[in-house]
């Protein structure tokens, strides 16, 4: 417990996904900010286990910072910024 991984975009994501192994779910929220400060903030359901990014509704844009750290048996707390175009859409999803 306790361990962080840290997710950085460099180059725009146009189809990836974060997941952890299926058992574990995440818990928390992402801010999905976007060029005309019409931001939006998603929250993870308790069967929430993949974070998709797709480079525009579901964010993922260079510089989107995002961070797991592993808080108990089966849930990993997750954080961050995620960057967005168009009209944002929850990136949280289940597998």
Same mark, same amino acid.
Do not use: C, H, Q
């Given at each position: 417990?306790?361990?962080?991984?840290?997710?950085?975009?460099?180059?725009?994501?146009?189809?990836?996904?974060?997941?952890?192994?299926?058992?574990?779910?995440?818990?928390g929220?992402?801010?999905?900010?976007?060029?005309?400060a019409?931001?939006?903030?998603?929250?993870?359901?308790?069967?929430?286990?993949?974070?998709?990014?797709?480079?525009?509704?579901?964010?993922?844009?260079?510089?989107?910072?995002?961070?797991?750290? !592993?808080?108990?048996s !089966?849930?990993?707390?997750?954080?961050?910024?995620?960057? !967005?175009?168009?009209?944002?859409?929850?990136?949280? !999803?289940?597998?």
């Open positions: 417990l306790g361990a962080s991984f840290t997710f950085v975009i460099e180059t725009a994501a146009t189809d990836l996904d974060i997941k952890t192994d299926g058992t574990d779910k995440f818990v929220g992402l801010y999905m900010g976007k060029s005309d019409a931001g939006k903030t998603f929250f993870s359901g308790a069967s929430n286990d993949v974070i998709t990014l797709n480079g525009t509704t579901k964010g993922g844009i260079v510089g989107t910072i995002i961070r797991v750290t !592993a808080i108990a !089966a849930k990993y707390a997750v954080e961050g910024i995620n960057l !967005a175009s168009g009209t944002v859409v929850t990136p949280f !999803a289940d597998a």
